[in-house]
Nanobody, 119 residues
Framework: QVQLVESGGDSVPPGGSLRLSCAAS????????VGWYRQAPGKQRELVAE???????NYVDSVKGRFTISRDNAKNTVYLQMNSLKPEDTAVYYC?????????????WGQGTQVTVSI
């Protein structure tokens, strides 16, 4: 019943911009920490940006100053604005929602959206 759907991935030239969206159903996003992860060929999956239910935001160093994560609770959606894109940003981007308890963790993933940055 829980579903996270990513959208907005595309193929763009270096320096271009994209806005990724993660729309949730079956959960209320505001109660979760939501993160954007990416996985490039030959690389491990890495956390790119995260926003907690309290509004705390963290970014991986390689995207600081270029990417912005935000929430729209009315739309139950989290966004990742990606500017000044580089070829190194090419990856499948995944949305994750997590709520951690002392004895368990609820953890949900979307299916991913492809971002390709090339000439």
């Amino acid at each position: 019943q829980v579903q996270l759907v990513e959208s907005g991935g595309d193929s763009v030239p270096p320096g271009g911009s994209l806005r990724l969206s993660c729309a949730a159903s079956g959960i209320i996003f505001s109660g979760y920490a939501v993160g954007w992860y990416r996985q490039a060929p030959g690389k491990q999956r890495e956390l790119v940006a995260e926003i907690t239910s309290s509004g705390t935001i963290n970014y991986v160093d390689s995207v600081k100053g270029r990417f912005t994560i935000s929430r729209d609770n009315a739309k139950n959606t989290v966004y990742l604005q990606m500017n000044s894109l580089k070829p190194e940003d090419t990856a499948v981007y995944y949305c994750n929602a997590r709520k951690t308890y002392i004895w368990k963790e609820n953890d949900y993933w979307g299916q991913g959206t492809q971002v390709t940055v090339s000439i």
